[in-house]
Protein backbone atom coordinates (compact mmCIF):
# COMPACT_ATOMS: atom_id res chain seq x y z
CA UNK A 1 0.00 0.00 0.00
CA UNK A 2 1.94 3.00 -1.42
CA UNK A 3 -0.71 5.52 0.35
CA UNK A 4 -0.89 8.03 3.52
CA UNK A 5 -2.32 5.07 6.33
CA UNK A 6 -4.23 5.78 9.49
CA UNK A 7 -5.47 4.08 12.66
CA UNK A 8 -7.85 3.66 13.46
CA UNK A 9 -10.63 4.20 11.58
CA UNK A 10 -13.38 4.88 14.09
CA UNK A 11 -12.88 5.90 17.76
CA UNK A 12 -15.53 6.22 20.15
CA UNK A 13 -14.61 7.27 23.75
CA UNK A 14 -16.39 8.51 26.96
CA UNK A 15 -15.38 12.39 27.68
CA UNK A 16 -12.39 12.84 29.67
CA UNK A 17 -10.69 9.65 28.40
CA UNK A 18 -7.44 10.11 26.42
CA UNK A 19 -7.02 9.34 22.86
CA UNK A 20 -4.42 8.35 20.40
CA UNK A 21 -4.43 8.39 16.76
CA UNK A 22 -1.80 6.89 14.21
CA UNK A 23 -1.23 8.17 10.80
CA UNK A 24 1.34 6.28 8.22
CA UNK A 25 2.87 8.78 5.80
CA UNK A 26 3.67 8.02 2.09
CA UNK A 27 7.20 6.53 2.16
CA UNK A 28 9.40 9.12 1.44
CA UNK A 29 7.42 12.33 1.72
CA UNK A 30 8.83 14.22 4.45
CA UNK A 31 6.17 16.75 5.41
CA UNK A 32 2.99 15.73 7.34
CA UNK A 33 0.11 17.32 8.13
CA UNK A 34 -2.76 17.02 10.57
CA UNK A 35 -6.60 18.67 9.84
CA UNK A 36 -10.01 18.18 11.50
CA UNK A 37 -13.07 18.22 9.95
CA UNK A 38 -16.29 18.42 10.97
CA UNK A 39 -20.06 18.10 9.59
CA UNK A 40 -20.56 20.58 6.79
CA UNK A 41 -17.12 22.20 7.34
CA UNK A 42 -13.87 21.94 4.89
CA UNK A 43 -10.97 20.59 6.86
CA UNK A 44 -9.26 23.02 8.99
CA UNK A 45 -5.02 22.61 9.78
CA UNK A 46 -4.04 21.74 13.20
CA UNK A 47 0.01 21.15 12.57
CA UNK A 48 2.19 20.16 10.57
CA UNK A 49 5.81 18.44 10.30
CA UNK A 50 8.97 18.21 8.12
CA UNK A 51 10.85 15.54 8.82
CA UNK A 52 10.51 15.16 12.65
CA UNK A 53 10.35 19.06 13.32
CA UNK A 54 7.49 20.23 14.35
CA UNK A 55 6.99 23.63 12.16
CA UNK A 56 3.48 25.23 12.76
CA UNK A 57 0.58 25.01 15.35
CA UNK A 58 -2.65 25.95 14.65
CA UNK A 59 -4.01 28.10 17.55
CA UNK A 60 -6.97 24.98 17.29
CA UNK A 61 -4.55 23.00 18.54
CA UNK A 62 -5.23 23.50 22.68
CA UNK A 63 -2.83 22.27 25.44
CA UNK A 64 -4.89 19.12 25.46
CA UNK A 65 -3.61 18.23 22.21
CA UNK A 66 -0.24 16.82 20.84
CA UNK A 67 1.49 15.50 17.74
CA UNK A 68 4.88 13.84 17.45
CA UNK A 69 7.03 12.45 14.34
CA UNK A 70 9.73 10.55 16.10
CA UNK A 71 12.28 9.85 13.87
CA UNK A 72 10.47 11.49 10.60
CA UNK A 73 8.20 8.50 9.86
CA UNK A 74 4.93 7.92 11.08
CA UNK A 75 3.35 10.61 13.43
CA UNK A 76 0.54 10.16 16.33
CA UNK A 77 -1.49 13.09 17.14
CA UNK A 78 -2.64 12.74 21.40
CA UNK A 79 -5.77 13.86 22.62
CA UNK A 80 -6.02 14.02 26.61
CA UNK A 81 -9.10 14.84 28.74
CA UNK A 82 -11.21 14.68 25.39
CA UNK A 83 -14.49 16.83 25.38
CA UNK A 84 -18.06 16.46 23.13
CA UNK A 85 -16.65 19.22 20.98
CA UNK A 86 -13.41 17.12 19.94
CA UNK A 87 -15.70 14.75 18.25
CA UNK A 88 -14.49 15.37 14.29
CA UNK A 89 -12.64 13.19 11.45
CA UNK A 90 -9.34 13.77 12.03
CA UNK A 91 -7.05 13.65 8.50
CA UNK A 92 -3.53 13.11 8.12
CA UNK A 93 -1.91 13.97 4.33
CA UNK A 94 1.58 13.52 3.21
CA UNK A 95 3.42 15.68 0.86
CA UNK A 96 7.51 15.49 -0.75
CA UNK A 97 8.49 18.95 -0.57
CA UNK A 98 9.38 20.11 -4.19
CA UNK A 99 9.97 23.00 -6.08
CA UNK A 100 7.79 26.19 -4.87
CA UNK A 101 4.25 25.92 -6.24
CA UNK A 102 3.97 22.46 -6.11
CA UNK A 103 3.05 21.24 -2.79
CA UNK A 104 0.39 18.23 -3.59
CA UNK A 105 -0.95 16.79 -0.11
CA UNK A 106 -2.66 13.63 -0.39
CA UNK A 107 -4.59 12.45 2.69
CA UNK A 108 -5.40 9.37 4.41
CA UNK A 109 -9.10 7.88 4.90
CA UNK A 110 -9.19 9.68 8.25
CA UNK A 111 -9.80 8.48 11.72
CA UNK A 112 -13.15 9.11 13.36
CA UNK A 113 -13.72 10.32 16.91
CA UNK A 114 -16.86 10.40 18.16
CA UNK A 115 -17.01 11.69 22.00
CA UNK A 116 -19.90 10.64 24.50
CA UNK B 1 -14.35 37.56 5.83
CA UNK B 2 -13.71 34.18 5.54
CA UNK B 3 -10.71 33.39 3.86
CA UNK B 4 -11.80 30.84 1.66
CA UNK B 5 -15.39 31.03 0.29
CA UNK B 6 -17.43 29.07 -1.92
CA UNK B 7 -20.64 28.69 -3.53
CA UNK B 8 -23.17 27.72 -0.46
CA UNK B 9 -24.52 25.13 -2.44
CA UNK B 10 -25.89 22.65 -3.27
CA UNK B 11 -25.60 22.65 -7.19
CA UNK B 12 -27.37 20.40 -9.13
CA UNK B 13 -27.20 19.46 -12.81
CA UNK B 14 -28.50 17.21 -15.05
CA UNK B 15 -26.18 14.40 -16.49
CA UNK B 16 -23.82 15.38 -19.48
CA UNK B 17 -24.21 19.20 -18.17
CA UNK B 18 -20.96 21.17 -17.30
CA UNK B 19 -20.87 21.84 -13.45
CA UNK B 20 -19.41 24.87 -12.57
CA UNK B 21 -17.74 25.84 -8.81
CA UNK B 22 -16.37 28.91 -8.02
CA UNK B 23 -14.33 30.27 -5.15
CA UNK B 24 -13.09 33.37 -3.56
CA UNK B 25 -10.02 33.94 -1.08
CA UNK B 26 -8.87 36.58 0.70
CA UNK B 27 -5.01 36.24 1.14
CA UNK B 28 -3.06 37.64 -1.99
CA UNK B 29 -0.13 36.41 -1.61
CA UNK B 30 -1.76 32.68 -1.97
CA UNK B 31 0.14 30.71 -4.37
CA UNK B 32 -1.06 27.72 -5.02
CA UNK B 33 -4.29 26.46 -5.43
CA UNK B 34 -6.39 23.54 -5.36
CA UNK B 35 -9.84 21.45 -5.92
CA UNK B 36 -10.67 18.34 -4.09
CA UNK B 37 -13.42 15.87 -4.37
CA UNK B 38 -15.17 14.53 -1.09
CA UNK B 39 -17.27 11.50 -1.35
CA UNK B 40 -19.72 11.55 1.81
CA UNK B 41 -17.55 9.66 4.63
CA UNK B 42 -14.46 9.98 2.97
CA UNK B 43 -11.77 11.95 2.50
CA UNK B 44 -10.61 14.39 0.23
CA UNK B 45 -8.93 13.13 -2.96
CA UNK B 46 -7.06 15.77 -5.61
CA UNK B 47 -8.77 16.36 -8.74
CA UNK B 48 -6.56 19.36 -9.94
CA UNK B 49 -3.75 21.72 -9.13
CA UNK B 50 -3.40 25.44 -10.30
CA UNK B 51 -0.35 27.53 -9.87
CA UNK B 52 -0.89 30.16 -12.46
CA UNK B 53 -2.95 32.34 -13.88
CA UNK B 54 -5.20 30.91 -16.43
CA UNK B 55 -7.22 27.61 -17.35
CA UNK B 56 -5.49 24.32 -17.05
CA UNK B 57 -6.81 21.14 -18.26
CA UNK B 58 -7.25 17.62 -17.21
CA UNK B 59 -10.07 15.43 -18.93
CA UNK B 60 -13.23 16.64 -18.16
CA UNK B 61 -12.19 18.96 -15.65
CA UNK B 62 -10.69 22.66 -16.34
CA UNK B 63 -9.22 24.71 -13.64
CA UNK B 64 -9.30 28.58 -13.79
CA UNK B 65 -6.97 31.08 -12.02
CA UNK B 66 -6.81 34.97 -11.58
CA UNK B 67 -5.10 35.82 -9.21
CA UNK B 68 -5.84 39.61 -9.74
CA UNK B 69 -9.58 38.59 -8.87
CA UNK B 70 -8.62 36.21 -6.45
CA UNK B 71 -10.76 33.85 -7.79
CA UNK B 72 -10.12 30.04 -8.62
CA UNK B 73 -12.96 28.12 -10.57
CA UNK B 74 -13.63 24.04 -11.59
CA UNK B 75 -15.69 23.33 -14.53
CA UNK B 76 -16.58 19.72 -14.99
CA UNK B 77 -17.69 18.88 -18.52
CA UNK B 78 -19.72 16.17 -19.27
CA UNK B 79 -20.87 16.19 -15.60
CA UNK B 80 -21.78 12.03 -14.62
CA UNK B 81 -23.82 11.09 -11.35
CA UNK B 82 -20.49 9.63 -10.00
CA UNK B 83 -19.25 13.18 -10.14
CA UNK B 84 -21.44 13.49 -7.28
CA UNK B 85 -20.07 14.86 -4.57
CA UNK B 86 -18.69 17.92 -2.02
CA UNK B 87 -15.82 20.13 -4.32
CA UNK B 88 -13.60 21.85 -1.81
CA UNK B 89 -11.46 24.76 -2.44
CA UNK B 90 -8.08 25.06 -0.78
CA UNK B 91 -5.35 27.45 -1.34
CA UNK B 92 -2.24 27.76 0.17
CA UNK B 93 0.78 30.30 0.58
CA UNK B 94 4.36 30.83 1.56
CA UNK B 95 6.50 27.94 2.48
CA UNK B 96 4.66 26.16 4.83
CA UNK B 97 2.10 25.08 1.93
CA UNK B 98 -0.68 24.49 5.01
CA UNK B 99 -4.07 24.60 3.13
CA UNK B 100 -7.14 26.63 4.02
CA UNK B 101 -10.06 24.77 2.89
CA UNK B 102 -13.39 26.88 2.02
CA UNK B 103 -16.74 24.78 2.92
CA UNK B 104 -17.25 23.05 0.27
CA UNK B 105 -20.45 23.21 -2.67
CA UNK B 106 -21.96 19.56 -2.62
CA UNK B 107 -23.06 18.50 -6.66
CA UNK B 108 -25.86 16.85 -7.27
CA UNK B 109 -25.56 15.33 -11.07
CA UNK B 110 -28.78 13.98 -12.28
CA UNK B 111 -29.34 11.04 -14.19
Known amino acids: DTGVSQDPRHKITKRGQNVTFRCDPISEHNRLYWYRQTLGQGPEFLTY????????KSRLLSDRFSAERPKGSFSTLEIQRTEQGDSAMYLCASSLREGQGTNIQYFGAGTRLSVL | QKEVEQNSGPLSVPEGAIASLNCTYSDRVSQSFFWYRQYSGKSPELIMSIYSNGDKEDGRFTAQLNKASQYVSLLIRDSQPSDSATYLCAVARGSNYKLTFGKGTLLTVNP
Open chain 1, 49 to 56: FQNEAQLE
